[in-house]
């Protein structure tokens, strides 16, 4: 029993779905941080009001707080978009072409040596 908790605990995909929640949470302070100190008040700036809830108030009905929560929700994900998602891609592309190359060097030096070795015979 133990020794089945063990190997489900090691498993890689659970260390890795841990750190991503831990490094997540992390990560949350900074976009909050770059949202609500950056983003949000150079907006405000253009619109002249800090956010949008006092826009559009009919009766019990707050449309401008809806409004506010949506302008927050897509301004974090062009933040992680663009500060962690392109940049990521960009990087596991360039790595991706460096093992291509590679590997197309092996096998470029393989196909030489058995050439050599056969042209010997």
């Known amino acids: ?9 090691l498993r890689g995909n659970v260390l890795d779905l841990a750190v991503a929640f831990i490094m997540g ?3 949350t302070a900074v976009v909050t ?6 983003l949000m008040p150079a907006i405000s700036m253009l ?4 956010n949008f809830d006092n826009f559009l108030v009919i009766g019990q009905i707050k449309i401008g707080v809806f409004l506010t929560a949506v302008v927050n929700f897509l301004l974090i994900a062009a933040a992680v978009y663009f500060a962690v998602v392109l ?3 960009k990087l596991n592309e360039r790595v991706t072409r460096n093992r291509v190359e590679e590997i197309e060097e092996t096998e470029l030096t ?12």
Do not use: H, N
Not at 33 to 38: G, N, R
Not at 47 to 50: A, F, H, I, K
């Open 110 to 121: 393989l196909l030489k040596e058995i050439r050599d070795s056969l042209a010997k015979k």
């Open 87 to 89: 940049p990521v891609q």
């Open 33 to 38: 941080a770059l949202v609500e100190s950056v």
């Open 25 to 27: 949470t992390a990560f």
């Open 1 to 9: 029993m133990l020794k089945g908790f063990k190997d489900f605990i």
């Open 47 to 50: 619109v002249q009001s800090p």
